[in-house]
Nanobody, 111 residues
Framework: QVQLVESGGGLVQPGGSLRLSCAAS????????MGWYRQAPGKQREFVAS???????NYADSVKGRFTISRDNAKNTMYLQMSSLKPEDTAVYYC?????WGKGTLVTVSS
């Protein structure tokens, strides 16, 4: 079983940046794909970005060019660097991998 814990959320102004982290513990497989999802108020959870064990990345169209996903297998941690944030990026961001979900971290983009 794998435990995932997100951190790094907070309040940021439009155009600002944040870096989210997802720390994994338990039965971890460095070759497993992982991803970030988000859920805005009143909306369904949606895909944001993913990364394979080999480092191949994929992004939702809405975040391409603004967000960067990465992972450090030595630290069992995945990251999401978010730049040029918009109010519509406001959501709870969830980490997913190895059939597990974190509890989420809230990102609020507002002036």
């Amino acid at each position: 079983q794998v435990q995932l814990v997100e951190s790094g959320g907070g309040l940021v102004q439009p155009g600002g940046s944040l870096r989210l982290s997802c720390a994994a513990s338990g039965r971890i497989f460095s070759w497993a794909g992982m991803g970030w999802y988000r859920q805005a108020p009143g909306k369904q959870r949606e895909f944001v970005a993913s990364i394979t064990g080999a480092g191949i990345t994929n992004y939702a169209d809405s975040v391409k060019g603004r967000f960067t996903i990465s992972r450090d297998n030595a630290k069992n941690t995945m990251y999401l660097q978010m730049s040029s944030l918009k109010p519509e990026d406001t959501a709870v961001y969830y980490c997913n991998g190895m059939a597990s979900w974190g509890k989420g971290t809230l990102v609020t983009v507002s002036s």
